[in-house]
């Protein structure tokens, strides 16, 4: 299995542009979480779904942040239009059964 | 609302030596999971070891170990023979169990750096 794979890896863009994070998570893995690591914020979860539904976006800082999940293999995280302060790395993790989570590599967005 | 405290910012360990990292959490809860995640430079988020509050055992693996004290709250990890590849931030984390439609968000610690010293 190759693991939880996002896309891409660093993303570069200027502020007010949007900007697309993806994920494909592990098959059978039927929750999937985004969450945003910043210095000084540690590690926050943006939102969750659950067999493809979102449970909880009460992290989603701002309207300028949604998050889709059309299928079981795929979810992206779209930010429009970006600003310097959403500079982060944002991690995609789905849940390994009733343990821990198993997370992608991340994307560290840097918006200028 | 779960909260999950470290209070050390940076340790240092000599190659070889055992080092202890502190995590303390609050929860009303009584069954609910623990985490030490290490995320070396790299990014990579990886879990190290796992431990279930409703085991008294501390868990172990390999050369990792934890000190699980429930009624104090506390979940220490413990490094032995330190290897220069574990130098990393390690998190520590909560989760409560997942029962159908809650939320079962991990709630992540702020990190503690760790150095390995040659």
């Known amino acids: 299995d190759a693991g939880v794979i996002q896309s891409p890896r660093h993303e570069v863009t200027e502020m007010g542009q949007e900007v697309t994070l993806r994920c494909k998570p592990i098959s059978g893995h039927n929750s999937l979480f985004w969450y945003r690591q910043t210095m000084m914020r540690g590690l926050e979860l943006l939102i969750y779904?659950?067999?493809?539904?979102?449970?909880?976006d009460s992290g989603m800082p701002e309207d300028r942040f949604s998050a889709k999940m059309p299928n079981a293999s795929f979810s992206t995280l779209k930010i429009q239009p970006s600003e310097p302060r959403d500079s982060a790395v944002y991690f995609c993790a789905g849940r390994a059964g009733n343990y821990g989570y198993t997370f992608g590599s991340g994307t560290r967005l840097t918006v200028v | 609302a779960q909260t999950v405290t470290q209070s050390q910012p940076e340790m240092s360990v000599q190659e070889a030596e055992t080092v202890t990292l502190s995590c303390t959490y609050d929860t009303s809860e009584s069954d609910y999971y623990l985490f030490w995640y290490k995320q070396p430079p790299s990014r990579q988020m990886i879990l190290v070891i796992r431990?279930?509050?409703?085991?008294?055992q501390n868990a172990t693996e390999n050369r990792f170990s934890v000190n699980f004290q429930k009624a104090a709250k506390s979940f220490s990890l413990k490094i032995s023979d330190s290897q220069l590849g574990d130098a990393a931030m390690y998190f520590c984390?909560?989760?409560?169990?997942?029962?159908?439609?809650?939320?079962?968000?991990?709630?992540f610690g702020t990190g503690t750096l760790l150095a390995v010293q040659p």
């Open positions: 779904f659950n067999n493809n539904v979102p449970i909880d």
């Open positions: 431990q279930e509050a409703y085991k008294q």
């Open positions: 984390a909560y989760r409560t169990p997942f029962y159908g439609g809650a939320t079962n968000k991990l709630i």
